[in-house]
């Protein structure tokens, strides 16, 4: 299978920050997704984002396929971007996850 | 609509011990599969179905079993748990046969293994 690669693992920013959060992977893949794990566990579907760019509020993310990447973007962050951030993207099917990147925004 | 659902939240199992994590979703989804997450690991891939009495094995079956019944349902079986399946078990629906859709994830069930 692909392997996924999130860069940075942890990222502590300041309330009003903004930020870029990295997935690369290890081959093509058909599809990109973008999960928030809340702090409670919880995970939601950002953005399902095969190439192209989508912006959905203060996030936005862009994949360029060709050469393997995609980007999230977190404008002006809040204390409830709070989490864990993941892309995934599929291997014949099936979903491989990154390791995720741990966002901790302070007031 | 409920979205994708699981039973129990927490459980608590001896080694040795059986049991099954229910799921069930009911959005009419035909894809759903069973991930478990370890710290710092991300989420891996245990089983998957692609429709009703289709089943296949994803990163990381061993010890589990599933089966598809039905399109709502699609529980997940610990034959004889281990401290090694010590985990947070998520459930995960999307609309068509494949992974390729957006993905809804059940709120996860704690397990931890004695």
């Known amino acids: 299978g692909i392997q996924v690669e999130q860069s940075p693992p942890d990222l502590i920013l300041q309330e009003g920050a903004n930020s870029t959060l990295r997935c690369n992977f290890s081959?093509?893949?058909?599809?990109l997704q973008w999960f928030h794990q809340n702090p409670w566990g919880q995970l939601i579907n950002l953005f399902y984002?095969?190439?192209g760019t989508k912006q959905n509020g203060r996030l936005s993310a862009t994949t360029v396929a060709t050469e393997r990447y995609s980007l999230l973007y977190i404008s002006s962050s809040q204390t409830t971007d709070s989490g864990v951030y993941f892309c995934?993207?599929?291997?014949?099917?099936?979903?491989?996850f990154g390791a995720g990147t741990q966002v901790v925004v302070t007031p | 609509n409920a979205g994708v659902t699981q039973t129990p939240k927490f459980q608590v199992l001896k080694t040795g011990q059986s049991m099954t994590l229910q799921c069930a979703q009911d959005?009419?989804?035909?894809?759903m599969s069973w991930y478990r997450q370890d710290p710092g690991m991300g989420l891996r891939l245990i089983h998957y179905?692609?429709?009703?009495?289709?089943?296949d094995q994803g990163e990381v079956p061993n010890g589990y079993n599933v089966s598809r019944s039905t399109t709502e349902d699609f529980p997940l079986r610990l034959l004889s748990a281990a401290p090694s399946q010590t985990s947070v078990y998520f459930c995960?629906?999307?609309?068509?046969?494949?992974?390729?859709?957006?993905?809804?994830f059940g709120p996860g069930t704690r397990l931890t293994v004695l």
């Open positions: 081959d093509s893949v058909n599809n």
């Open positions: 995960a629906s999307s609309l068509t046969g494949t992974a390729y859709n957006e993905q809804f």
């Open positions: 179905s692609v429709g009703a009495g289709i089943t």
């Open positions: 959005m009419n989804h035909e894809y």
């Open positions: 995934a993207g599929d291997s014949w099917g099936k979903l491989q």
């Open positions: 984002i095969p190439s």
